[in-house]
């Protein structure tokens, strides 16, 4: 089992629809948790971190699930500035830092 | 303020080459990481330093891969011979060490390197 595992899509959705994610990781003492955005051919850029407790950053909601071991990504009112692909990240934290990225989920919002 | 900086942005070179390439990380960040990107295996972490010594290097495919990180602000890796199979995207990263909720990792624009 992959150690980060998305489902690659793509999920094409016209504008102003609400999309949503789901990443799945297998290390459970993992403890930290990101969505990266990757836009084509660019590098990729943290979009927001995801907190236990959930958290909403304007259009975007991120939530953690420990039990089940994902993580999520909501995309409220989608615009055609969303397309790109989103990585999720699992860290395990302590004397140092493993990082994994998972392979992204591509995302085409369409007019 | 200057991200990480990397060079070569694009290579192409011949099968049997040596290929250097080269980053400068945030200053101020003690991990670097150096990435590989394709299609086929997404994002592969290849190797990371933390205060320029390398922590962990099992993603390093093979023996003609190497990288070093002499000083703080300066970083390569190195294929040699490199082979069409090494074509990919490059990215070098740096970060600041994780506090509780860990930390952002930064990634420099990639170095495109395309073996024939």
């Known amino acids: 089992r992959k150690e980060v595992e998305q489902d690659p899509g793509p999920f094409n959705v016209p504008e102003g629809a609400t999309v949503a994610f789901n990443c799945t990781y297998s290390?459970?003492?993992?403890?930290?948790f990101f969505w990266y955005r990757q836009d084509c051919r660019k590098e990729p850029k943290l979009l927001m971190s995801?907190?236990?407790s959930g958290n909403e950053d304007g259009r975007f909601t991120a939530q953690l699930n420990r039990a089940s071991q994902y993580i999520s990504l909501l995309i409220r009112d989608s615009k055609l500035s969303d397309s790109a692909t989103y990585l999720c990240?699992?860290?395990?934290?302590?004397?140092?830092?493993?990082?994994?990225f998972g392979t992204g989920t591509k995302l085409q919002v369409i007019p | 303020d200057a991200g990480v900086i990397q060079s070569p942005r694009h290579e192409v070179t011949e099968m049997g080459q040596e290929v250097t390439l080269r980053c400068k990380p945030i200053?101020?960040?003690?991990?670097l990481f150096w990435y590989r990107q394709t299609m086929m295996r997404g994002l592969e972490l290849l190797i990371y330093?933390?205060?320029?010594?390398?922590?962990?290097d099992s993603g390093m495919p093979e023996d003609r891969f190497s990288a070093k990180m002499p000083n703080a602000s300066f970083s390569t890796l190195k294929i040699q011979p490199s082979e069409p199979r090494d074509s990919a995207v490059y990215f070098c990263?740096?970060?600041?060490?994780?506090?509780?909720?860990?930390?952002?990792?930064?990634f420099g624009e990639g170095s495109w390197l395309t073996v024939v």
């Open positions: 990263a740096s970060s600041l060490p994780g506090r509780g909720r860990g930390n952002t990792i930064y």
């Open positions: 200053s101020g960040h003690d991990y």
């Open positions: 990240v699992v860290s395990s934290s302590g004397g140092y830092q493993k990082v994994t």
């Open positions: 290390n459970s003492a993992s403890q930290s």
């Open positions: 330093f933390n205060n320029n010594v390398p922590i962990d």
């Open positions: 995801v907190y236990s």
